[in-house]
């Protein structure tokens, strides 16, 4: 069975090398101004279908990925690249008349390197994502993925930033989500537990500071990627390859507490399957969770879709009572 933690890092070969230090002016997200869902008991879902998410224009024969909506739930960015994740480029789409339009690559993509991983802030005016373009300090030879942000009006984008070498170690950055003025993201240098392990990283006076590892509730030897919190912030999404899931890599979701992170709890239902799930994201209204997947079956898959790539699915969420030890 494959790990996707090894194909992953092998897409990208960290060099490693000392980053210098970097200039950085930070959008600060806004985190307040959305109506929260109504509270979700991610350990109790209800085992709804998946649906494939634009089936033959989001969803196609190539390898989607890290799907991420904007705050009107009407414009999506996800990755796209050829198979084991290699030259990964990032799409945006618009929902029109019930249908999402055929995607395009964002204006600010270079052919010559590898962006992926793409996720709104909270209030869709900043996307951060993974890249190994070239950035100043940084070793040219270098091609593992750093994270990087860049603004958004609705219409315009702005010119990308790299998040400078505090955030960006000597290892590989991946899966970057805001929440609360915090950046989460999961990292291959050599501090974790093993594989990919979570982080966050504080945004104070414009610019992120060190990283902390979000501790062994949550990391294990295995790897631990794509983090999101949940609006109401009593949950983090992340998909694991540990040795408890159906298949090569599963969604686990972890009830905040009041020191931290507890136990996380495997999604059920059609969120996972004996393939690969990854990449967990929620609507803004919290009654989506959307997720790429290289699961062999699904309902209305137009042929050469499923071919053991992954592609973009939902499935619907039924709120329930939040758990005792959530933190408020």
């Excluded at 959305?34 to 969803?59: I, M, R």
């Excluded at 993509?109 to 996720?119: E, G, I, L, Q």
């Excluded at 537990?193 to 992120?208: C, I, K, N, W």
């Amino acid at each position: 069975m494959r790990r996707f933690a090894f194909e992953h890092l092998m897409a990208w070969p960290a060099v490693f090398g000392l980053l210098g230090a970097v200039g950085l002016s930070c959008t600060r997200p806004a985190t307040t101004s959305l109506k929260l869902p109504p509270v979700l008991d991610l350990g109790n879902l209800a085992a709804a279908p998946a649906e494939l998410v634009g089936p033959g224009t989001l969803s196609t024969e190539a390898n989607e990925y890290n799907p991420s909506l904007a705050p009107d739930g009407r414009t999506l960015v996800f990755a796209r690249s050829k198979p084991d994740f290699q030259e990964a480029h990032i799409f945006i789409s618009r929902l029109e008349r019930g249908q999402w339009q055929a995607p395009q690559p964002v204006p600010f993509a270079d052919a010559r390197y590898a962006d992926s991983d793409p996720t709104f802030s909270p209030d869709g005016r900043t996307l951060y994502f993974a890249s190994d373009r070239p950035a100043p300090s940084r070793d040219s030879t270098r091609r593992d993925l750093d994270l990087w942000q860049v603004s958004w009006d609705g219409r315009t984008w702005g010119q990308p930033q790299h998040l400078g070498s505090d955030i960006n170690g000597k290892g590989m950055e991946l899966g970057p989500s805001f929440h609360e003025g915090y950046l989460y993201f999961s990292s291959a240098r050599r501090s974790g537990h093993g594989g990919l392990d979570g982080y966050r990283s504080r945004l104070a006076q414009g610019r992120f500071g060190a990283p902390e590892n979000l501790g062994p509730e949550l990391n294990t030897k295995a790897s631990e990627s794509d983090l999101e919190i949940t609006p109401d912030g009593r949950w983090l999404l992340f998909w694991s390859d540990r040795s408890t899931g159906l298949g090569a890599g599963d969604l686990y979701a972890a009830p905040r507490t009041a020191t931290g992170w507890g136990t996380p709890v495997h999604l059920p239902g059609s969120c996972n399957s004996p393939q690969f799930e990854l990449t967990p994201t929620l609507s803004a209204d919290g009654q989506w969770l959307y997720f790429g997947s290289m699961r062999s079956v699904s309902e209305a898959a137009p042929n050469g879709i499923l071919n053991g790539q992954s592609n973009l699915y939902r499935v619907r969420l039924r709120p329930g009572k939040a758990p005792a030890s959530a933190a408020r």
